[in-house]
């Protein structure tokens, strides 16, 4: 039996809690050696896995890299299925192929270097297995807890830039797109599945910012055009420092759907590819977005799941209700 621990400090983002966080940060004077921990952490629960030091850097910072975590032979075979996918070996139901706005421009160019990223391949056994690497969840029942849902399923084939920069993807809060709470209770598990780094457009986040809210998101305007459903911070300020997480094959981030991040341009020629899921507690509940800063990513998912499932009518939560999947222990509410 796991012991689970998470401490709330009512307002637990707000300043004060923040200050305290930090306070009991700071190692006491006098004889002690070692540093004192603090032990209100909000963004964690304990499972004997995350060591003191590493709940720390999630508490602070938002995410958490642990190396290695998935291994060559499983990393070759998403790939393979991918590649089945892109030459339409196989369909999947529900599956949804996104082009890069550059190259769908510009001439048709068969198997996987018009397909930039496909999302919802929980209908595919192969890909979903991901989701259900037990040294994953293991991880991730250290965010959500118990009863873990599988709600979000993305394969990224970042392609080499088409000249117009639209191979970035702007900095935003994975939230934006989620009609479910609390946020503390998400994560995203995202995992390299070769060299990622500055020259094939790398995850870059802004560290601590899952402390604050959710932001306005709305389309850059960038002259090169954006991707459907790339919703950006409004008026992100790129002087803020950014930290380039640079991962090898196999190493795995964990981050909250707060944090703000994004990912820069492909300068290589060759596809940068990720595999990625976000979980939730299946004890989260779903909310209603209308009147808040995300309708107008509702309305885009509305209109999306009517032209390509001929589904009309929908919420954005209605959505999520359908490719939802449970991973581990109950579906309680989600
Ligand atoms: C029942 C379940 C439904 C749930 C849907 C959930 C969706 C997303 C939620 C994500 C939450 C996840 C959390 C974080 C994730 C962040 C993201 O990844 S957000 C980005 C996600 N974007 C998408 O998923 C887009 C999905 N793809 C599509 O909608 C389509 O592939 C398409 C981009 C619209 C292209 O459609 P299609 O009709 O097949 O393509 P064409 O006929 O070739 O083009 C039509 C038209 O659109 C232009 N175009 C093509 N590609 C793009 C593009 N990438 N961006 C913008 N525009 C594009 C193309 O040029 C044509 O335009 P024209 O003017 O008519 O010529
Ligand atoms: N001019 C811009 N306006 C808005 N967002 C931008 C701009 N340039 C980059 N970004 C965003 O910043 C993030 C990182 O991109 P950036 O181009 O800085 O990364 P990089 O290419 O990996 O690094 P660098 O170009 O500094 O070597 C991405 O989310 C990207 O979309
Ligand atoms: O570029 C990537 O691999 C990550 C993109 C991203 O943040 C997302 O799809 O939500
Ligand atoms: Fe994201
Ligand atoms: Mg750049």
């Not at 930090?22 to 006491?28: D, E, G, K, T, Y």
């Not at 990622?196 to 709305?218: A, E, F, M, W, Y």
């Not at 799941?305 to 939802?324: E, N, P, Q």
Request: hydrophobic share 35%; charged share 25%.
């Amino acid at each position: 039996m796991m012991a689970y621990r998470r401490t709330f400090t009512p307002g637990g983002s707000g300043r004060l809690a923040v200050l305290q966080r930090h306070l009991s940060a700071v190692p006491l004077s006098g004889q002690l050696t070692s540093t004192v921990y603090p032990t209100n952490f909000c963004y964690t629960l304990d499972n004997n896995l995350l060591t003191t030091e590493q709940r720390q850097f999630y508490e602070e910072n938002g995410f958490l890299v642990i190396k290695n975590l998935v291994s060559a032979v499983d990393i070759e075979r998403f790939r393979e299925e991918f590649e089945r996918l892109c030459k339409k070996e196989i369909t999947v139901p529900g599956l949804l192929i996104m082009r890069d706005v550059a190259i769908a421009k510009s001439e048709y160019v068969p198997d996987q270097k018009a397909i930039t990223k496909v999302q919802n391949f929980h209908e595919d056994p192969e890909l979903f297995r991901y989701c259900s690497l037990p040294q994953i969840v293991k991880y991730v029942e250290c965010f959500t807890g118990p009863n873990i849902m599988a709600m979000h399923t993305m394969l990224i084939n970042k392609p080499p830039d088409a000249g117009k920069k639209s191979s970035r993807h702007p900095m935003h809060q994975d939230l934006h797109y989620f009609p479910f709470r609390p946020s503390d209770h998400i994560v995203c598990a995202w995992t390299a599945m070769e060299r990622i780094d500055r020259s094939n457009g790398c995850l870059v986040v802004i560290p601590g910012t899952h402390k604050g809210t959710l932001k306005q998101h709305d389309y850059p305007e960038w002259e090169g055009g954006v991707n459907k459903m790339y919703h950006g911070v409004r008026d992100f300020d790129l002087t803020i420092p950014r930290v380039h997480l640079v991962m090898e094959k196999g190493d795995t981030v964990f981050f909250h759907p707060l944090l703000i991040h994004g990912s820069g341009m492909n300068r290589t020629a060759g596809f940068r590819k990720a595999i990625s899921c976000h979980y939730a507690s299946a004890d989260c509940h779903y909310i209603d977005v209308k009147g808040t800063t995300q309708e107008n990513i509702e309305k885009e998912v509305v209109e999306l799941a009517c032209k390509r499932h001929g589904l009309s009518g929908l919420t954005l939560k209605d959505t999520w209700m359908i490719k939802a999947r449970l991973i581990n222990g109950e579906r309680t509410n989600l």
